[in-house]
C-alpha cells in the first residue's frame, strides 16, 4: 500500500519556495494516495524559537496546508510534538544511524555555520527524527523540495539498516517525489541561493503573507541581468537569477519553461516582470488571502489539528508495538 508523509518546520516566513516545491503538490497527491501532513514544530526548535511565535506558526503551517487545498476530511493534518511515536521512534533511530552518516549532511553544516560547537544536539540529529516522522507511518512515498534529498537518503539508509540489524522487513525504502518547475525556487535578491524563511532580507523571498503590493515591489526590486529572455532554456544556464523568474512563471502557470520561453523569447524583464507579478497575485495571492482568513479562527485550526493527531498515532500505534517488540521492549 501507498502512503505519503510529508512536513513543514513552522519557524515563520512560509514562502513561494515552500508552496511550490512542496505543498501545492501536496494537494494533488490527495486523490491517488491516503495522504499525512505535519507541522514539524520538533524540528523547530532544533534552533531557538520563541513560544509564542511557535504557537501561532506551527497553526499557520496547517493553515497554510488547508488554504493550498489539503482537504482535512480525507488527509491527515497535524502538529508533530502531539504524537509521541516521532520522538520514540528518532531515538531508536538514533542508535540506527551512525555518525558518519549524518556528518555528511549539508544542511547541517550550513545551518550550524562556522559555529558548530555551539550548534544543538538536536539540530546534528534532525535527519534521524526525519525518519522517524516518515517511517511511524511506514509511509512510501514523500513529497519534498529538492533540499531534502539527501535527508531521504539518510531515512532510506535507515530503514535498511534497522531491516538488516534486526533481519526483518519492517520498514519500506521511502521514494521522494520531487516534481514540478520549481522543486528549488532560488532567492530573488541571489540565485546561488535558495529561498530561504531565514534569509535577513525580506526582498530575498515572497511570502504567504504578501499582498498584491508587497510581491510586485519585492519583483520589481527582483535581481536579473540585461539580457533579454532567450528563446530556448540552454541560453538560461548562465543566468541563475533569469532562469529563477522563468522557473517561477514556469511553475505558476503549469507549464513548461520551454513554453513560458516560447511566449517570451525578446521580452526585456520590464515585460516579464509585470506579467509574472499578475500571475503570482493571481494564483498565489489567493492562498495567502484564505490562510490568513484561517489564522483569524485558531479554535477551527486547532480542532483540525487535534482530530488529525488522533488519526495520526491511530497509525502510528501498531508500528510503534511491532518496532518495540522487533528491538527487545518489553511490552508496558
Ligand atoms: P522546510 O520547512 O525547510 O521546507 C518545507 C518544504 O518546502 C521545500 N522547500 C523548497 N522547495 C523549493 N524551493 C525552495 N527554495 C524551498 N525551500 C523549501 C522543502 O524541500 C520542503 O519540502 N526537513 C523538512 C521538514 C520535514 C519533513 C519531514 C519533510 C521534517 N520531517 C518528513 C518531509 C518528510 C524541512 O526542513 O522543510
Same mark, same amino acid.
Given at each position: =500500500? /501507498?502512503?505519503?508523509?510529508?512536513?513543514?518546520? $513552522?519557524?515563520?516566513?512560509?514562502?513561494?519556495?515552500?508552496?511550490?516545491?512542496?505543498?501545492?503538490?501536496?494537494? #494533488?497527491?490527495?486523490?491517488?494516495?491516503?495522504?499525512?501532513?505535519?507541522?514539524? +514544530?520538533?524540528?523547530?526548535?532544533?534552533?531557538?524559537?520563541?513560544?509564542?511565535?511557535?504557537?501561532?506558526?506551527?497553526?499557520?503551517?496547517?493553515?497554510?496546508?488547508?488554504?493550498?487545498?489539503? &482537504?482535512?476530511?480525507?488527509?491527515?493534518?497535524?502538529?508533530?510534538?502531539?504524537?509521541?511515536?516521532?520522538?520514540?521512534?528518532?531515538?531508536?533511530?538514533?542508535?540506527?544511524?551512525?555518525?558518519?552518516?549524518?556528518?555528511? =549532511?549539508?544542511?547541517?553544516? %550550513?545551518?550550524?555555520?562556522?559555529?558548530?560547537?555551539?550548534?544543538?544536539?538536536?539540530?546534528?540529529?534532525?535527519?534521524?527524527?526525519?525518519?522517524?516522522?516518515?517511517? !511511524?507511518?511506514?509511509?512510501?512515498?514523500?513529497?519534498?523540495? %529538492?533540499?531534502?534529498?539527501?535527508?531521504?537518503? @539518510?531515512?532510506?539508509?535507515?530503514?535498511?539498516?534497522?531491516?538488516? +540489524?534486526?533481519?526483518? *522487513?519492517?520498514?519500506?525504502?521511502?521514494?521522494? @517525489?520531487?516534481? #514540478?518547475?520549481?522543486?528549488?525556487?532560488? /532567492?530573488?535578491?541571489?540565485?546561488?541561493?535558495?529561498?530561504?524563511?531565514? *534569509? $535577513?532580507?525580506?526582498?530575498?523571498?515572497?511570502?504567504?503573507?504578501?499582498?498584491?503590493?508587497?510581491?510586485? @515591489?519585492?519583483?520589481?526590486?527582483?535581481?536579473?541581468?540585461?539580457?533579454?529572455?532567450?528563446?530556448?532554456?540552454? *541560453?538560461?544556464?548562465?543566468? $541563475?537569477?533569469?532562469?529563477?523568474?522563468?522557473?517561477?512563471?514556469?511553475?505558476?502557470?503549469?507549464?513548461?519553461?520551454?513554453?513560458?520561453?516560447?511566449?517570451?523569447? #525578446?521580452?526585456?524583464?520590464?515585460?516579464?516582470?509585470?506579467?509574472?507579478?499578475?500571475?503570482?497575485?493571481?494564483?498565489?495571492?489567493?492562498? #495567502?488571502?484564505? =490562510?490568513?482568513?484561517?489564522?483569524? +479562527?485558531?479554535?477551527?485550526?486547532?480542532?483540525?489539528?487535534? &482530530?488529525?493527531? %488522533?488519526? !495520526?498515532? !491511530?497509525? !502510528?500505534?501498531?508500528? =510503534?508495538?511491532?518496532?518495540?517488540?522487533?528491538?527487545?521492549? @518489553?511490552?508496558?
Amino acid at each position: =500500500m /501507498s502512503r505519503i508523509f510529508s512536513g513543514v518546520q $513552522p519557524t515563520g516566513n512560509l514562502h513561494l519556495g515552500n508552496y511550490l516545491g512542496a505543498i501545492r503538490n501536496f494537494v #494533488g497527491l490527495q486523490k491517488d494516495y491516503e495522504c499525512i501532513y505535519c507541522a514539524v +514544530d520538533m524540528h523547530a526548535i532544533t534552533v531557538w524559537q520563541d513560544p509564542a511565535d511557535l504557537r501561532s506558526n506551527t497553526r499557520e503551517v496547517a493553515a497554510a496546508y488547508l488554504a493550498a487545498g489539503v &482537504d482535512p476530511k480525507n488527509s491527515i493534518i497535524f502538529a508533530q510534538s502531539t504524537v509521541p511515536a516521532h520522538a520514540e521512534l528518532a531515538w531508536i533511530f538514533n542508535c540506527v544511524a551512525r555518525l558518519g552518516w549524518l556528518n555528511r =549532511m549539508t544542511q547541517f553544516k %550550513e545551518k550550524a555555520g562556522k559555529n558548530r560547537e555551539n550548534a544543538s544536539l538536536g539540530l546534528y540529529a534532525y535527519p534521524s527524527l526525519m525518519a522517524a516522522d516518515i517511517l !511511524a507511518y511506514k509511509a512510501t512515498h514523500v513529497p519534498v523540495g %529538492e533540499d531534502q534529498k539527501q535527508h531521504l537518503e @539518510l531515512t532510506r539508509d535507515i530503514a535498511q539498516k534497522f531491516n538488516n +540489524d534486526y533481519g526483518t *522487513d519492517t520498514f519500506p525504502i521511502v521514494e521522494p @517525489l520531487i516534481f #514540478g518547475e520549481a522543486t528549488r525556487v532560488m /532567492s530573488l535578491r541571489d540565485g546561488s541561493k535558495k529561498m530561504s524563511k531565514s *534569509d $535577513p532580507s525580506d526582498y530575498s523571498r515572497i511570502t504567504f503573507t504578501d499582498d498584491r503590493d508587497a510581491i510586485a @515591489l519585492k519583483l520589481r526590486k527582483a535581481r536579473t541581468d540585461a539580457d533579454p529572455l532567450p528563446d530556448n532554456e540552454k *541560453d538560461l544556464e548562465d543566468r $541563475p537569477e533569469a532562469a529563477n523568474l522563468v522557473g517561477i512563471y514556469a511553475a505558476l502557470s503549469e507549464q513548461t519553461r520551454q513554453d513560458v520561453l516560447k511566449e517570451y523569447a #525578446g521580452a526585456q524583464f520590464s515585460t516579464f516582470k509585470p506579467a509574472l507579478t499578475e500571475l503570482a497575485v493571481d494564483k498565489f495571492g489567493p492562498v #495567502g488571502e484564505e =490562510m490568513k482568513r484561517l489564522m483569524d +479562527d485558531p479554535a477551527h485550526v486547532d480542532a483540525i489539528l487535534k &482530530d488529525g493527531a %488522533e488519526r !495520526a498515532s !491511530a497509525l !502510528a500505534e501498531p508500528v =510503534m508495538k511491532e518496532v518495540k517488540e522487533t528491538v527487545g521492549f @518489553l511490552a508496558p
